[in-house]
């Protein structure tokens, strides 16, 4: 059953899903590329993912790049699912009564 | 009806209007498209489009055909590896996949094959021509099974490329030059293609 989820629906982050949700299951992305696509400050950022990182939707890692640490998110199972039946929900209340 | 019932009575907590609904799916959209395009930047475009000059360059240097050609042919050759490492290295902090060890493991084994082992068996490389022609069908064959493995484009990528030069080598070694500039276009305007198309 589709339902709203009042932690995806916040608008920042339902961006921060909306965006995640259009990588494969193998493919993360930096927090920099994020950071610039949603564009958030550092601080915010940082602040919607760990809330949505403690519900399970996604994950952080950290990896070096040219010697440099860098952050990459990835959606999970979980939050891909959640996400859908979010969207599902909204879309079900725009339907013609 | 009861599903939707069912689905205003779990909803009616956060209450969600329709305009509200609707900016929701607005922002989601906006979101999806932003990332989608920044996904297919790093798709590999940028190194089809370097190699597919460096082979316009090469074929049209060796029409050319004037002594030391082949010089000039290394140092094209040289400047698209420099170019493929700097788009490599500029892009590898944006996104990030799990590499696929045993396709890794496939294009090396056709590689090591391709240049260490059948050489040796088959007068290849007697003319520039051949060893050209032989080189461009051995990358080929990892476009082929990467088409194999990922996606069917690449498969026709290859396929196209090496019927091209197959059909200059074999068939029109005057125009060889010009099949050899065909593949740089073919693999320059695929470039576009992952760009706009693919996913």
Redesign the interface.
């Known amino acids: 059953?589709?339902?709203?989820d009042?932690i995806i629906?916040q608008?920042a982050r339902?961006?921060?899903m909306?965006?995640?949700?259009?990588?494969?299951e193998?493919?993360?992305?930096?927090f920099?590329?994020m950071k610039d696509?949603?564009g958030l400050t550092d601080g915010n950022l940082g602040a919607h993912l760990a809330t949505l990182e403690s519900k399970g939707y996604l994950a952080l890692s950290k990896?070096f790049?040219?010697r440099k640490p860098?952050t990459?998110i990835s959606v999970t199972p979980a939050g891909r699912g959640a996400f859908t039946s979010h969207?599902a929900?909204?879309?079900?209340?725009?339907?013609p009564k | 009806m009861f599903d939707r019932l069912l689905c205003i009575i779990e909803y009616s907590g956060m209450d969600i209007s329709s305009d509200e609904a609707a900016r929701a799916l607005e922002a989601i959209e906006t979101s999806k498209m932003a990332m989608r395009r920044a996904i297919m930047n790093s798709r590999g475009p940028a190194y089809l489009w370097i190699w597919g000059l460096v082979w316009m360059a090469e074929a049209i240097v060796r029409k050319m055909a004037h002594p030391g050609f082949w010089v000039a042919i290394l140092w094209i050759s040289a400047a698209g590896v420099v170019a493929s490492l700097v788009v490599g290295i500029a892009q590898s902090g944006k996104f990030r996949s799990k590499l696929d060890r045993r396709f890794l493991a496939v294009c090396a084994t056709l590689l090591i094959f391709g240049y260490g082992i059948w050489p040796r068996f088959f007068p290849l490389f007697k003319t520039y021509d051949s060893a050209y022609a032989y080189q461009v069908i051995l990358w080929m064959q990892l476009y082929i099974v990467g088409g194999i493995w990922f996606d069917t484009f690449l498969l026709w990528v290859g396929l196209l490329i090496t019927a091209i030069i197959l059909t200059g080598y074999l068939g029109f070694p005057e125009y060889f030059w010009l099949s050899a500039f065909l593949c740089g276009v073919v693999l320059f305007c695929s470039g576009f293609y992952i760009k706009k198309c693919w996913r």
């Open positions: 059953m589709d339902q709203l009042p629906h608008p339902l961006q921060i909306s965006a995640l949700c259009q990588l494969s193998n493919e993360r992305v930096d920099s590329t696509l949603i990896e790049v040219v860098k990459f969207v929900a909204l879309r079900a209340i725009l339907l």
